[in-house]
C-alpha cells in the first residue's frame, strides 16, 4: 500500500510539475494594468496566435532595435492567445474571444490591438478611421500589422494619441512598419 501511495503521489506530481498552466485572459491583463500603474505606461495588448504569420513580423517590428525603446517606453506590451487549432488550443488564454469581441475584433482577424490605460479604461483599437473618430469606434477594417499607408498613417495617429513620441520617432516608426521585411 505504501508503493502505490508513493506510486500516485510521484505521478501527481510530475502531472503538476510539468503541466504548463496557461493564465486566463484576466490574470494577463492585471499584470499588465499593475505594470502599467507602477511604470506610469499604457497597455499595448496584442491578441496572436502561434500560426500568425502577420503576429509574429509585428511582434518582430516592435521590437526591432531600432523601435524597441520607444515602445518599450511607453507601453507595457501583452499578448492574449487566441484563434489557434488543434494540440496548440490549449495554449488561449481563457477569456481571450470573449475580451476581443468585446472590444470591436468580432470577425476582424489577427493581429488585432488594443490600448489600454493603467485601470483598463479603453482608449484605441486597431480598425482604420480618420482622425476624426472616435479610436475605440468599431468601423473600418482591421489594420493588423499596418504596411498600407492608409494602415501606417492610422497606426502613428494612435501612438501620438497614446504615447509621447517625438515626430522623428514616428516617422521612424513608420518607415520600419513600411518596409514589409
Known amino acids: 500500500m505504501k508503493k502505490i501511495s508513493i506510486l500516485v503521489f510521484a505521478i501527481l506530481f510530475a502531472i503538476t510539475a510539468f503541466s504548463q498552466s496557461v493564465p486566463t ?5 492585471q499584470k499588465a494594468y499593475a505594470q502599467a500603474k507602477k511604470e506610469h505606461k499604457k497597455v ?3 491578441f496572436h496566435a502561434s500560426w500568425c504569420g502577420w503576429c509574429h513580423h509585428m511582434d518582430t517590428l516592435m521590437s526591432s532595435p ?4 520607444y515602445f518599450q517606453k511607453n507601453y507595457v506590451i501583452t499578448h492574449i492567445t487566441v484563434l489557434e487549432n488543434g494540440a496548440k488550443k490549449k495554449e488561449e488564454n481563457e477569456g481571450g474571444m470573449t475580451f476581443l469581441e468585446d472590444h470591436g475584433g468580432k470577425d476582424s482577424g489577427i493581429p488585432y490591438w488594443l490600448i489600454l490605460d493603467a ?3 479603453y482608449i484605441a483599437n486597431s480598425r482604420l478611421k480618420s482622425a476624426s473618430e472616435d479610436l475605440t469606434s468599431t468601423s473600418g477594417d482591421n489594420t493588423g500589422c499596418p504596411g498600407t499607408p492608409e ?9 501620438e494619441r497614446t504615447g509621447k513620441f517625438t515626430p522623428a520617432q ?8 513600411a518596409q514589409k521585411s
Open 25 to 29: 485572459t484576466d490574470q494577463v491583463l
Open 44 to 46: 499595448f495588448l496584442l
Open 66 to 69: 531600432e523601435l524597441k525603446s
Open 170 to 177: 514616428l516617422d521612424e516608426i513608420g518607415k520600419k512598419f
Open 151 to 159: 494602415e501606417i498613417a492610422y497606426f502613428k495617429l494612435v501612438l
Open 119 to 121: 485601470s483598463g479604461k
